[in-house]
């Protein structure tokens, strides 16, 4: 991908796509090499064989990584609370 004819807010957006983010105040050239950086990184990510067997993450993490995408309980955290609170109420 030719980065350098792209716009800041190109690059800006497209290192959002490939989980990068970037801030519009660093020079143009900053932005390129972390993207660069961004893309080395994630080639060898996809090159490097997968472990057999992974460690369990902890309970206490808000978020959990997985093949999709990420999974962010905070955004679930008030209809969960809204059903508990119901089913307290009922019983």
């Not at 999709?68 to 609170?85: N, R, S, T």
Request: hydrophobic fraction near 35%.
């Amino acid at each position: 991908m030719n980065f350098k004819s792209m716009t800041k807010q190109q690059l800006k957006d497209y290192g959002q796509t490939i989980g990068v983010q970037l801030n519009l105040k660093n020079k143009k050239d900053e932005l390129i090499t972390k993207l660069n950086e961004a893309v080395e990184k994630k080639a060898e990510l996809n090159s490097t064989p997968v472990p057999t067997e992974q460690a369990s993450p902890s309970p206490s993490t808000a978020s959990v990584t997985t093949s999709q995408g990420e999974f962010d309980i905070k955004k679930y955290a008030l209809p969960i609370v809204i059903i508990v609170i119901l089913l307290i109420w009922l019983y």
